[in-house]
């Protein structure tokens, strides 16, 4: 068994300094330390693929991350471990705790198949694994290995912890202080404009130092038609966690201001990851959500938004700011008066693409590897 502080400070020697995770009673000792901590900050996710996707983010914006879940969540997590993380080649450090062991104490029944499959799904994910350590003097050794694999493959490495693994750390106190805002939020209006055009104004009223980073489907695919420059992150796969993935960018990357545009279909996918946004509150994301009530990519099948006003969900988890963009005018003006403060832009758009929209020629690997660079190429810029 060893102490929290004994891995999370080999850790931090290491340069991993964000932790996003889904709470087990194993990874209890973990939570409580980084929260206490002041060197490290820890992100609570809605879900464990979440967790993924702002570990993702974080790395890609030059700070090394660190996911952590029990193995009964690993199924939330299979999508952008095969194609946010592996698609992209960005090295995040995984712990899954092993509920369930076979040959170890009883658990949950819920746990006893997971249990038994644990290992396997982590090696069908291409992803190379060891036992996280349970003796101090093998942290060390456990985190060169996890490292070498990741410089040298560019993909996530996993520790498989079992029970009992490392001692209880005091906890970390109760829920933050603070309510939450009760905003009033504008009517929806009717869509006038097309993705293309909403596209267009995102990219006009962009800052030299913006980041910005397109879900999945059409909107990648058309925003790289546009015009395709470094600071632009197409996702693939990974259906809904692009504001994840903005997040820990934004909380990587504070002098830059991070666009993210969504999909009403891919948000509603990973609805919960509005209350992590809503909560952390990261003065430097602009979130816009391009609406047009259906999953246009995949044959314009209906999502819910004429039942489910996604502005009312974003002012209700928390956004500071809730507003409508009905025109890529107002969509520009918004961008352009956003100065400090999360915000989110509900965006109406009409459905439609344009004729022979072509596909990246830049891999996903290139797209992040060029991001990378950009990002810290202009680190050191003026924050407009």
Request: aromatic share 6%; with cysteine.
């Amino acid at each position: 068994m060893i102490r929290a502080t004994d891995f999370l400070t080999a850790a931090r020697e290491r340069g991993f300094h964000l932790y996003s995770g889904v709470p087990c009673s194993y990874l209890k000792p973990f939570i409580n330390y980084v929260i206490n901590s002041k060197a490290l900050r820890y992100i609570p996710a809605a879900n464990e693929g979440d967790a993924v996707a702002i570990a993702a983010g974080s790395e890609l914006g030059g700070t090394r991350a660190v996911c952590m879940f029990q193995n009964s969540g690993l199924g939330n997590a299979v999508s952008p471990l095969s194609s946010l993380t592996a698609t992209f080649k960005i090295p995040v450090l995984v712990i899954v705790t092993h509920r369930g062991e076979p040959g170890a104490a009883p658990d949950e029944p819920q746990h006893q198949l997971m249990g038994q499959v644990t290992p396997r799904m982590i090696e069908l994910l291409g992803i190379p694994w060891e036992r996280f350590p349970t003796e101090p003097d093998a942290v060390a050794g456990a985190l060169d290995r996890a490292d070498r694999s990741m410089k040298a493959r560019s993909e996530p490495y996993a520790l498989i912890m079992s029970k009992g693994s490392v001692e209880p750390w005091p906890d970390a106190g109760g829920p933050p202080s603070g309510t939450g805002v009760r905003l009033a939020v504008p009517a929806p209006q009717a869509p006038v404009a097309t993705r293309c055009e909403m596209l267009t104004a995102v990219r006009s009223a962009a800052r030299p130092n913006d980041i910005l980073v397109a879900t999945t489907g059409y909107t990648g695919r058309e925003l790289y038609a546009i015009g395709d420059t470094p600071n632009q992150f197409y996702m693939v796969g990974s259906m809904g966690c692009a504001s994840s993935f903005g997040l820990g960018l934004a909380i990587a990357r504070p002098r830059h201001r991070v666009i993210v545009i969504d999909g009403d279909g891919a948000l509603i996918m990973r609805l919960g990851a509005l209350t992590m946004l809503g909560s952390e509150r990261p003065a430097n994301l602009v979130h816009i959500v391009l609406d047009n009530g259906q999953h246009e990519s995949t044959g314009g099948q209906r999502t819910v938004t004429n039942t489910t006003d996604l502005a009312a969900v974003a002012a209700a988890c928390g956004y500071p700011v809730v507003q409508r963009a009905a025109t890529p005018d107002q969509l520009m003006a918004q961008l352009a008066a956003h100065k400090n403060g999360l915000a989110f832009i509900h965006a109406p758009i009409r459905p439609g693409i344009a004729d022979k929209l072509p596909r990246p020629a830049i891999t996903p690997a290139e797209v992040a590897e060029r991001l990378r660079a950009h990002v810290a190429d202009t680190a050191n810029s003026p924050v407009e």
